[in-house]
Nanobody
Framework: QVQLVESGGGLVQPGGSLQLACETS????????MRWYRQAPGKERELVAH????????IYPDSIKDRFTVSRDNAKGTAYLRMNSLRSDDTAVYYC??????WGQGTQVTVSS
């Protein structure tokens, strides 16, 4: 059974930090690239981070670079997104996506004072 379970979202003040996790099972996680996306109310889903199968190659959009860090532990089938210096415009539902076809259910991140 394929499962992607996200955790770590919540409410944080501007400038704060959160770490999201995406725990997977039932998929060949170590052989698949992984991405984090987010979708804010009324906006299209956007790519937040990409990480290659072994974790050696990462991509971030300019609005994210130097604030977020994606990582993965293939032995655990889990990916992470460390988010620092959070801003109000980072508020969104964050989704993990593995191998382009497997999606998590999403976790809400709200940045507000």
């Amino acid at each position: 059974q394929v499962q992607l379970v996200e955790s770590g979202g919540g409410l944080v003040q501007p400038g704060g930090s959160l770490q999201l996790a995406c725990e997977t099972s039932g998929i060949p996680f170590s052989r698949l690239a992984m991405r984090w996306y987010r979708q804010a109310p009324g906006k299209e889903r956007e790519l937040v981070a990409h990480i290659s199968t072994a974790g050696a190659y990462t991509i971030y959009p300019d609005s994210i670079k130097d604030r977020f860090t994606v990582s993965r532990d293939n032995a655990k089938g889990t990916a992470y997104l460390r988010m620092n210096s959070l801003r109000s415009d980072d508020t969104a539902v964050y989704y993990c996506n593995v191998g382009t076809i497997y999606w998590g259910q999403g976790t809400q991140v709200t940045v507000s004072s």
